[in-house]
């Protein structure tokens, strides 16, 4: 039996709304595999359940939704909150207090490249919101950079499921997503090294600020 067939069974089951509800979960439940999902969904595509462009027009709504819900209300409870949040989230998913503090230094720097660049690491695109409510980046930067982002990720993996049971008639989805997993884990071990550096570049810019000072 394949599993994210049957995910995407109950999402064409409720159409339009299905799309847009799978864009949202996939932001607020870790377990929920991101990658899988919308490999699957592209998948689909070619059976005919939705047409391509839907796809992902709602899911990248329903994705960029639940993360501005995030940001603002977690924003809108206060610091404290947020931090509790952020760190809380951060072990759930399996970051460091450590690898954190170096995004919340990132995202002080360059609020908007590091929104669009957050969500294409797997772990940190679901803490991304959080770190931006807690720093309280602007809202019209952060919305803007997490639309690019989303968009990136989901029409990447969309289009590589579409393509993939274009060519292979009758791949098995899990399959498929067992290979991108592996694809992304390597993806992201380049990113975090990625992420380091920029984090070490703006604490030595802010520590050489402040010895200036």
Same mark, same amino acid.
């Given at each position: ?8 069974d ?12 799978a864009?949202?979960a ?10 899988a999902? %919308?490999?699957?969904? &592209? ?117 590589? &499921? ?30 975090? %090294? ?18 200036a000072c």
């Open positions: 039996m394949d599993p994210l067939a049957s995910l995407v109950w999402i064409a089951l409720y159409g339009m709304l299905g799309l847009f509800a864009g949202l996939e932001r607020v439940i870790p377990a929920l595999p991101s990658h999902m %919308l490999v699957a969904i &592209g998948m689909a595509a070619v059976e005919g359940h939705w047409s391509l462009p839907a796809a992902f027009i709602l899911t990248t709504c329903g994705s960029v939704f639940a993360s501005l819900a995030l940001f603002l209300v977690v924003r809108a409870v206060g610091q404290n909150v947020s931090g509790m949040l952020l760190y809380g989230t951060g072990r759930l998913v399996g970051l460091p207090s450590t690898r954190i503090d170096r995004m919340l230094i990132s995202f002080r720097a360059r609020d908007r490249s590091l929104s669009l660049i957050a969500q294409v690491i797997p772990t940190v695109r679901f803490v991304a919101p959080l770190a931006a409510a807690l720093l309280r980046l602007d809202a019209w930067r952060f919305a803007t950079g997490t639309l690019v982002g989303i968009a990136v990720w989901n029409g990447v993996l969309l289009t590589a &499921g579409y393509a993939a049971a274009q060519s292979i008639p009758d791949l098995n989805a899990s399959a498929l997503a067992i290979k991108f997993l592996l694809l992304f884990l390597a993806v992201e071990t380049l990113s975090v %090294l990625v992420w380091r550096l920029l984090g070490r570049t703006s604490w030595c810019r802010t520590s050489s600020e402040d010895q």
